[in-house]
């Protein structure tokens, strides 16, 4: 019988649980709490509070602190989780005016990740940023008005997505990456050329395989030294400002405190109940590891839609129900100058890392029949499992319904299609939409040929 | 052994049997007859030629006559198939300049279809046209500047794009459905008044429910007489040219003389390889009948994407290979004036008439995150059968990402997806895309709790 539950952590992950938990039970008692003075906001949206698609920072919060307790939530802001006694099953906390400990008999650890700085020279200056939290955006708005260039330090998607942001607000911007190309962790190298190329066309700098090494200046940036990884060669480019954006790690100190294991990821460990190693102890969102969809391998993601699709099993699994987490695709998506770049399950790289061996059936098309004025190019890739003959993956890229086209992909994925099962997808059609066959179907049967035995 | 096979009809479904055959075999003899002086067109692109959308009237052809000989293959355009002697296997055929026999060992039917009228007077006067070839759409082309008032009689696909060209260029358009609703054979009547106020909003006139009796004037139209079927009052419309949208029937007869079976449809009964009832007899597209995916019930359906992926079958098989159609899910698709509306699978009215109960989960949904300026209204419907809780069909109305987010629904149909897996669907989210629960899975998720026992 669970009379209690906490949570720590209040952003995607922590507040869907409460939430689940609620829904699925009037009367167990919650208890959340979250270091930041805020309730769940939406961190994916803060890049946009620079551009001005998203108008205020206060249009983030997605549950304000006020509505927690119509819900009989007894939401803890701005109060960290200190210590916790699995034995005796208590909390110890301290806020700004108070401090004490809470019982529980389910806790679910929604602690999220944090930014991972990279091994460099001066990143303690003012004027460095990371763009994790509304107090991050809060100060970097000011340098949009201030900054004539800025450097961010990585190519994935939150330095993408700012560099966007800051460069249609008209600020220089420069893109320094380490690996040889952007958004690696997402797209395959050729996918994440076009990008580059259209992002540049946008007037925005990428320095690919290059290391950031140093950032230059006194108390705060004049420029940061950068090398290029094949030539060894060094130089400086000029910055007022840097956003640090190399990535983040989870958090687990709390919870390896108390014996939760943590995985080969570095997130914590849970089964498809999302439940870690101690009973009742679950973790979802970015602190958490679970599996990945199609090869089952340890898997931890840092995406909004994993982060409240665990939460809600977590929540009702600690709530006393029996909730199962399907494992993550990793459906991911962006939009930047107009191209959309779409990715999910596995790419070349994490097939390679899985050890899958996979079969690829790659087209160039259009969005709409070559009659009607207006269509797009649209690059689609998918894998398919050589042995399985299952699909595995899908790439889009394109300035017209890529992130829509990745949906079915995905569908596909967890629904088991195979390349003949794919080839057979009846996709509407109509002038003003799409063709008769589309790319999708076409990269489909691509694939099928080559899956030949 | 197959050394000839003979097709009729040279549109979607006729030119890609002829490619397919062709592609399966480098040896087989192909004729394709045609009785239009033009080999493949777009028919579905004809009323964009009106709005401009497509350029021009040429653009629509797909396969220019002279692309045949270049595949070895004899088309035979402006000729009709005068009759077949399938004892002997032998179309007879007449054009402008010859006339002859022609032998076959498999024979295509891809005869289509052609525009059903309605039960009304004066449909032979000038300026009274169709909308299903290209002779029609250049006809059409005048009165763009010609006509003040245009009279549309139904409200179906065509009529409805038709009536959109028209308004877009100025004239001043009503569109007469005998039904309650417009586009009755694609969505249940709650998305069809969305679709009526959008296009209401836009300058469209649409009469419902409203029966169209006689063209009025004489050599040509002064109006049309049109009856509310509920107040039986009877009124004149302005028109100075109408046209006739109300539905079309499959073209039958020369595969009616050779003893091919007709199906309850009124097209020719095809089984899964798309032959007939004759033994290497084909038929596939618009005069073909196949069956119903969900319920395998006998079905007819005017969609491009139907035709050709029959004709593929079609194609392949009757070249000697071994090809299967899956059945035909329906996915339908249009844009009116901005708005995209999207069916795909059994409506509410299918599902009624092949006797399946449905369970619906039906959401009005945002397509962006709330806090994301920009994001527009979508409204989406599925539909999971009672029995089985597997994925039956899916409707959506909305200015942005509707006929998309359709092929998700489609590709789920297809691979027999449940209401607790579609309520699992790993779409992908960002900001400028979409939120971390798009509306598809919020309506699996409201169909999912109304499926509970």
Redesign the interface.
Same mark, same amino acid.
């Given at each position: 019988m669970v009379d209690h539950i906490v949570v720590v952590g209040c952003n995607?992950a922590g507040a869907t649980a409460a939430m689940q938990a609620r829904k699925f039970s009037r009367k167990v008692g919650i208890t959340i709490f979250n270091e930041e003075p805020y309730s769940q906001y #939406?961190r !994916?949206?803060l890049p *946009?509070t620079i551009s001005?698609? +998203? /108008?205020a920072l206060e249009?983030?919060v997605?549950t304000p602190p006020e509505s927690w307790s119509g819900m009989s939530i007894d939401a803890r802001l701005g109060t960290t989780v200190t210590d916790i006694d699995h034995s005796s099953r208590t909390v110890k906390y301290r806020g700004k005016s108070d401090s004490g400990a809470t019982p529980y008999d389910s806790l679910i650890f929604a602690t999220g990740a944090k930014n991972s700085d990279p091994p460099m020279r001066g990143l303690n200056k003012r004027r460095v940023y990371g763009l994790r939290t509304l107090e991050d955006a809060r100060a970097l708005a000011d340098e949009v008005t201030k900054s004539k260039n800025l450097v961010i330090i990585g190519g994935g998607l939150v330095g993408m997505e700012a560099a966007e942001a800051f460069c249609e607000r008209g600020v220089h911007v420069t893109v320094v990456e380490f690996l040889p190309n952007v958004l690696l962790a997402m797209v395959d190298p050729d996918m994440a050329e076009i990008v580059e190329t259209h992002c540049r066309e946008h007037g925005l700098e990428i320095l690919t395989n290059t290391a950031a090494q140093e950032i230059l200046g006194e108390s705060s940036p004049r420029g940061v030294r950068v090398a290029d990884r094949s030539s060894r060669e060094s130089r400086d480019i000029a910055a007022d400002a840097v956003i640090v954006a190399t990535g983040v790690r989870p958090v687990t100190e709390l919870a390896q405190k108390i014996g939760v294991e943590i995985g080969v990821t570095r997130g914590i460990k849970t089964n498809d109940h999302m439940m870690t190693n101690l009973n009742d102890v679950y973790a979802c969102g970015d602190c958490a590891e679970n599996f990945d969809?199609v090869t089952h391998e340890p898997m931890t993601m840092g995406?909004?839609?994993?982060? &409240?699709?665990q939460a809600r099993v977590a929540g009702i699994n600690a709530a006393g129900g029996d909730e199962r987490f399907?494992g @993550? +695709?990793?459906?991911? &998506? $962006?939009?930047l100058f107009g191209l %959309?770049i779409?990715s999910?399950g596995l790419s070349e790289d994490l097939a390679k890392r899985f050890e899958v061996e996979v079969v690829k059936g790659s087209v160039k098309g259009i969005t709409k029949?070559? *009659? *009607?004025?207006?269509g797009k190019d649209l690059k689609v890739k998918l894998f398919f499992d050589k042995q399985t003959r299952k699909l595995v993956g899908g790439q889009l890229v394109g300035t017209e319904?890529a992130?829509? /086209?990745? =949906? &079915?992909i $995905?569908?596909?994925i967890? #629904?088991? &299609?195979d390349a003949a099962?794919f080839f057979?997808? %009846? =996709? !509407? *059609?109509?002038?003003? @939409?799409?063709d $008769?066959?589309?790319p999708?179907v076409t990269a489909a049967d691509a694939a099928k040929k080559r899956l030949k035995p």
């Open positions: 995607a #939406s !994916c949206g *946009y001005g698609k +998203v /108008r249009d983030l997605l969809f995406l909004g839609t994993i982060a &409240v699709r399907p @993550i +695709v990793g459906a991911k &998506v $962006t939009k %959309e779409a999910t029949p070559p *009659y *009607y004025v207006g319904d992130a829509m /086209r990745l =949906n &079915v $995905t569908m596909g967890q #629904s088991g &299609v099962g057979q997808f %009846e =996709n !509407c *059609y109509a002038p003003a @939409i799409c $008769t066959w589309d999708l």
